[in-house]
């Protein structure tokens, strides 16, 4: 079994900066990819974020240039680092790991959600 545990929500104001962090831990035999996800009220869950064990990145086209995913494969810890906030970004950022135990193949565990509120 794989424990998701998110970190670093908040309420900030438009233009300020948040860091979320995402810890993975249990019987983790690899992790794959590291992602973040969010879900605003009424909207569907979107990917934001995402980054490969070899360092490969991937992000959602609005937070290019703003929003940074960056992992430490030796801690089982994926951050991301969001600048230049806006009201839109507001949601319940959620932490998924796709990783494989010891005894499962690869399989996604999901955090529990922190809430990101960016006030304008």
């Known amino acids: 079994q794989v424990q998701v545990l998110e970190s670093g929500g908040g309420l900030v104001q438009a233009g300020g900066s948040l860091r979320l962090s995402c810890a993975a831990s249990?019987?983790?035999?690899?992790?794959?990819?590291m992602g973040w996800y969010r879900q605003a009220p009424g909207k569907q869950r979107e990917l934001v974020a995402a980054i490969t064990s070899g360092g490969s990145t991937n992000y959602e086209d609005s937070v290019k240039g703003r929003f940074t995913i960056s992992r430490d494969n030796a801690k089982n810890t994926v951050y991301l680092q969001m600048n230049t906030l806006k009201p839109e970004d507001t949601a319940v950022y959620y932490c998924?790991?796709?990783?494989?135990?010891?005894?499962?193949?690869?399989?996604?565990?999901w955090g529990q959600g922190t809430q990101v509120t960016v006030s304008s």
């Open positions: 998924n790991v796709l990783a494989a135990t010891m005894m499962s193949p690869l399989g996604d565990y």
């Open positions: 249990g019987s983790i035999f690899s992790i794959n990819v």
